[in-house]
């Protein structure tokens, strides 16, 4: 017999993760993850500009000058940039666009002081 597909229950495609969830998964993601430019596999000339970047900072006691990481989804860039926190010894604070141009919209119309 063949039901109609109104009457058959559909399941959630995607499940929302509970924030000590996510959480958990972030810390594993972290046990992985490359902490040090020389354990990232592969872009050697841009580890070796970076590498210059940070030595040249730390002989002149400055800080690192800003860097801005693009490109799509996957190709390293928050491990580049976590990797470059740990050899300066710094903190590190990631964002996203669509997150900057949510905050920007909201304080525009308003919503935030």
Do not use: W
């Not at 000590?20 to 594993?28: F, G, Y």
């Not at 490359?34 to 400055?62: F, H, N, V, Y």
């Amino acid at each position: 017999m063949i039901q109609s597909s109104s009457k058959l229950k559909k399941k959630p495609v995607v499940k929302k993760m509970t924030p000590k969830k996510e959480v958990d998964i972030l810390e594993q993601e972290q046990k992985i993850r490359p902490s040090k430019l020389d354990e990232i596999i592969g872009r050697e000339q841009e580890k070796k500009t970076l590498k210059m970047m940070i030595d040249s900072a730390k002989k002149r006691s400055e800080v690192v000058d800003h860097i801005l990481f693009y490109g799509p989804p996957g190709l390293g860039k928050t491990t580049f940039a976590m990797a470059i926190a740990n050899e300066i010894g710094g903190g590190i604070r990631i964002t996203s666009g669509p997150a900057i141009v949510s905050f920007s919209l909201m304080k525009s119309i308003g919503y935030l002081e």
